[in-house]
């Protein structure tokens, strides 16, 4: 069968299929002149993601993934991992993955609705981390639980010995016509002399730049916990969702901060095409008309608010709010040009617009994309 | 089908092939004893080019190429693009590509006559860089624009914003039994602050070391423009070929020197094939009687001068002259060995013999290659 | 046809395989407290091998190999290589390949008895080196020989024109139920220029750590010269091993010291399944009854005794002695569970214990792994 590539299959349970996807960003970061960020903003262009790997099951109920990011000339290990299903209802994945941070982390990054995730996805260190999880869904029900060491990259580190405990349910019954997403997610993480601080940072909407405006600068701490909450609301071509996210770094003899994040989207598909939503997660959206089959694709507006808050206690690394328009077009399954704006305002700000902490940033990004 | 690789199809428009290429050389680089180039000459063993990727099309005359280059132990992006191509005539490219340089340089490496290309090549900078790109072709002609930004490794860096624009013509009609190509390209590159300077610099005839006997140093700049001219005649086994390029660098406040480089050549396959061109660049020769069939494979002789000249104004990088001779053994279609001579003679060079700029370099080297 | 991955095949001689495989590890090192090595040692996760690639043939009896390991998140080449296989008893390789080092060393990694390789393996830099091989196997006679330079990361610096020579015979005839296996290797190796010392020492029994408790630290050398020496015996699920190594570094105008290496082993399927050898190397055991039929896969229990002596003349290094227990389980084919304990005495060790060089060391670690 093809799925955007081929998936080649042999009797008893074998099958094989290779991986793949592109990601290329431009985008303009317009911020006062006077911000202090070098030749950080202004316009940048980049291979966002460039993704290469394989995918494949065995007999027994085994499956694999084993998927390399090499968008910055080096090496990033993304999904690599071996799976087992004793059953429909049970996955139990052992290797790098992701650690159920919540539905917009989980959801690929090929489907996400602006060309970025909410600012508190990267600003919270979403990363994936080797560990064995498992998954139960059943109908409307899903539990994941997992626990995990670190990042790939960073376990090369011989003194890395962190480790976390994450877990996420996930309630999504049919309501009417639609169906409703309620979800909530754990996480404890405990350094482990690995480490002696963490930070909080985001960048300006978009990531052609390495610029972060709010950044809690390094904290000292042993570990830290964060909790999820998710809500959102599908049918048809419409789709709202609500996250957010709250942290605290778990400060030895000092009182702990919390520091906030969250995102409240409406999107609406003009085309008569509907937004897909499976597994606790949103999915690809293949356009029922395409360009091949003399149609104009899928068109989908969406539009966001996006807060990050990194001030707390004593704390002061920055609020950022943003107020996202995207329009993405998908001409054919397995394709995406998107158009990003951004509005952003930025107070208490780690990076100063000359004296001045409280400043606006707008942004303009596009993105041109396949996978297989 | 089989093409080096596995080519595997679906009704609509989807195919896939996995890619790949491996050259292996050994060198020899003999300068007098006096050269102060430390280690860096004499023999020298490399893997000159490991390539794994893959490429393929979608619905909806969509196409992509992804391939990265880990013969250094890391990663080279290489061609990473998406192309869409809406009629036979017209293909458009957005992504890491060749900004149409030239004749050679747009030849795949896999078919050049010598072991390297001919020096102003790697000396002007010729390199991938990530842009959108139109290519026009009918009959005889072929128009290739483009604007693109930098190198995909450069571009990880926020500071990058160089921006340049490129265009090349040929005009290839038949001319009796064989076919003439006439072309010229232009190039306009704005440094736009993401660098200072630049440096042109080419290596003794190989690349097994990283020495480089001619060599401007950093020239301040804002920007570069450069032309190129070729002309080309081939018919059944021999084609004759004559590429001259000139790069200005462009000094603010200073009078702009103005480098050129360029080869002659002439090749003769000896084994009843045919060379073969194809698109504005040279292609794949496939032996007509190879080992597996009987027969020797193909043999090509090839015989070049080569020059570039760094010296202008008041820059004196030096002036690399060269003659090479090269027997090309084709044993099996996507299989080919090479052995290669060259004799340097170097003038003004930026790396002494004692107190003498001026000295001769005999080199000898070879190469195993395969691809698919 | 399927190994794991699929194998796609064309008339003429054409084929092509992806490959790939991961070793997840997660291992306890448990040295006295006082043991000065940090935060080294203790628990610990790793990526073990992540490797990527492919194989195929081509016609005229060629065929390549093109496999890198990104476990590092960085890229290490492993197999790259392209062969000629003129007869069914020849077959020459060009690439980065292993130099024949002994029956552990050439035996995959997916099919050793341990976690790791005995200590020698690392310790004397056992690796992969660009060369020309050719290997000679007519029933039970193995002849291996080949010419090297150096590691393909070694081989980007110029000065390394380090070469060596590298042999190994092997005679396994059948000696009533049995095969009886023994085998000889010998190395020899300039530096060249290239580097001015050697340096030899291994890992505590697993690769968690980089921590090497006995150590020679660089050791002023020209050269080095190694044999090796093999005897196994495989019948049905038994198997028996004991294997030597010893490394001679050449000192300019000094004594050249001799360190040695080798284990004994033991191993015993208990499911009905066979050890498999072939080609003079250990190969994939293959469950009869796996899983996915019903059955518990195949089971083996394997027992060692493992010694590196970095210990002579001036050179005090340590003595490393080991004693291993290991069971493997193989639910599928290509798929593997790894339990294994070591015991480690350590004398005159590298890393003291408080100031105490003799010590014992407990380790037990895990391994998933599967491969295509």
Same mark, same amino acid.
């Given at each position: 069968s ?20 592109l990601?290329?960003?431009?985008a303009i ?11 950080g903003?202004?316009?940048?262009t980049?291979v ?18 084993m ?10 290990? +993304? ?6 299903k004793?059953t429909?209802?049970l ?6 993955q992701?650690a ?6 989980l959801?690929s990054?090929?489907?996400?609705s ?19 999880s ?9 539990v994941q ?15 890395n ?12 019954p ?13 996480? $404890? ?18 990531? +052609? ?15 830290e ?15 709202? +969702? ?5 942290i ?21 598909l003009?085309?008569?095409?509907a +937004? ?5 997660i ?14 104009i694709?899928a ?10 808050d ?8 920055g ?5 996202g ?6 001409p054919?399954?397995y ?6 704006y951004?509005?952003?305002?930025v107070s208490d700000?780690?990076v ?17 994309? $396949?996978?297989?």
């Amino acid at each position: 069968s093809w799925k955007g590539g081929p998936e080649v299959s042999a009797p008893g349970g074998w099958s094989f299929k290779p991986r793949g996807r592109l990601q290329l960003d431009s985008a303009i970061i317009d911020a006062p002149a006077s911000v202090n960020a070098g030749d950080g903003l202004g316009f940048g262009t980049e291979v966002r993601r460039a993704f290469l790997g394989v995918e494949g099951t065995l007999p027994g109920n085994f499956g694999y993934r084993m998927e390399v990011d090499v968008a910055s000339s080096g090496v990033e290990l +993304t999904d690599v991992f071996l799976t087992y299903k004793p059953t429909d209802k049970l996955t139990f994945t052992l290797g790098h993955q992701k650690a159920f941070w919540g539905l917009e982390e989980l959801t690929s990054d090929l489907f996400t609705s602006m060309l970025e995730r909410a600012a508190f996805n990267s600003a919270f260190n979403f990363e994936r981390r080797v560990g064995l999880s498992g998954v139960y869904s059943n109908k409307d029900l899903l539990v994941q639980l997992g626990a995990f060491s670190a990042n790939a990259e960073d376990l090369t580190s011989d003194g890395n010995n962190s480790y976390s405990f994450d877990g996420r349910i996930v309630y999504a019954p049919k309501i009417g016509e639609g169906r409703l997403h309620v979800g909530g997610s754990a996480h $404890f993480r405990d350094l482990n002399d690995s480490a002696t601080s963490v930070r909080y940072r985001a960048r300006p909407f978009f990531h +052609t730049t390495d610029v972060r405006l709010v950044d809690t600068g390094n904290i000292p701490a042993t570990g830290e916990r964060s909790f999820g909450a998710e809500l959102a609301y599908v049918q048809g071509p419409f789709h709202a +969702t609500v996250e957010g996210h709250q942290i605290t770094p778990l400060r030895p003899g000092l009182s702990n901060p919390t520091f906030r994040g969250g995102y409240a989207e409406i999107g609406m598909l003009l085309t008569g095409d509907a +937004t897909v939503y499976k597994g606790g997660i949103y999915d690809r959206i293949r356009p029922k008309s395409p360009v091949s089959a003399g149609g104009i694709g899928a068109v989908q507006m969406n539009l966001r608010y996006d807060r990050i808050d990194l001030n707390d206690e004593d704390v002061a690394g920055g609020l950022q709010q943003a107020a996202g328009l995207s329009a993405i077009w998908i001409p054919e399954d397995y394709v995406r040009f998107i158009l990003n704006y951004g509005h952003l305002w930025v107070s208490d700000a780690a990076v100063l617009a000359g004296a001045d902490p409280d400043y606006q940033v707008d942004t303009f990004g596009v993105r041109a994309q $396949f996978d297989f």
